[in-house]
């Protein structure tokens, strides 16, 4: 089946421990997407890649990293840098080009700082 | 002005009801639109994309308005199963551009 997957689907970390979060799609999609969501709060994005060995911050990518070495797989790596990591963690995927390509979510992860 | 603003409610409505959402957008070079919908502690689904012509599917109906940069949704004989998060999304094709997501509107269908 064709999708998109996020692991682990909890996480909890130890302050000032750095933790990775894992998406792979077998979409053969181009780009791939982090978003973090607070409770009651929307998505926001934290940094997103249109292609292999490229990708762009986001809105808050400050205490965050990620890598995109192959087109299935782009984690997300959360270092001590980031003060408040406790939220859920969401993956996306598209095609690009054509008309109205829509992103397919992973279930995402859920972070908390112990 | 924020990139893509929805109305936050809740709505809170009884069965049957008939309710709109809207959506504004400040990029007037997007070209591409969607309603997603997010159960609470789950991941965004598709509800429906937004075409130019306006779309419908079953009690759905969505709506493009170019030149007021707005976006709508509306749902007729609202079920219980239609409580959850709302969320309009706008994008542009272009490569390197990211999709942008509203906040959310919470729509809560009581019996």
């Known amino acids: 089946d064709g999708g998109i997957t996020q692991s682990p689907k909890y996480l909890f970390r130890k302050e000032g421990q750095n933790v990775t979060l894992s998406c792979e799609q077998n979409?053969?999609?181009?780009?791939m997407y982090w978003y973090r969501q607070d409770p009651g709060q929307g998505l926001r994005l934290i940094y997103y890649?249109?292609?292999?060995?490229?990708?762009q911050k986001g809105d808050i990518a400050e205490g965050y990293s990620v890598s995109r070495e192959k087109k299935e797989s782009f984690p997300l790596t959360v270092t001590s840098a980031q003060k408040n990591p406790t939220a859920f963690y969401l993956c996306?995927?598209?095609?690009?080009?054509?008309?109205?390509?829509?992103?397919?979510f992973g279930q995402g992860t859920r972070l908390t700082v112990v | 002005r924020k990139e893509v603003e929805q109305d936050p409610g809740p709505f809170n409505v009884p069965e049957g009801a008939t309710v709109a959402f809207n959506c504004t957008y400040s990029?007037?070079?997007?070209?591409?639109f969607f309603w997603y919908r997010q159960d609470c502690r789950k991941e965004p689904k598709l509800l429906m994309s937004?075409?130019?012509s306006g779309n419908e599917d079953g009690r759905f109906t969505a709506q493009l308005n170019r030149a007021s940069q707005y976006i709508s949704l509306l749902i007729r004989d609202s079920k219980l199963s239609d409580s959850a998060t709302y969320l309009c999304v706008v994008t542009t094709n272009q490569a390197g551009t990211a999709l942008i997501f509203g906040k959310g509107t919470t729509l809560s269908v009581s019996s």
């Open positions: 996306a995927s598209r095609g690009l080009g054509g008309r109205g390509t829509e992103a397919f």
């Open positions: 979409l053969n999609h181009d780009a």
């Open positions: 937004v075409y130019s």
């Open positions: 990029n007037s070079a997007s070209q591409s």
């Open positions: 890649s249109q292609i292999v060995n490229d990708f």
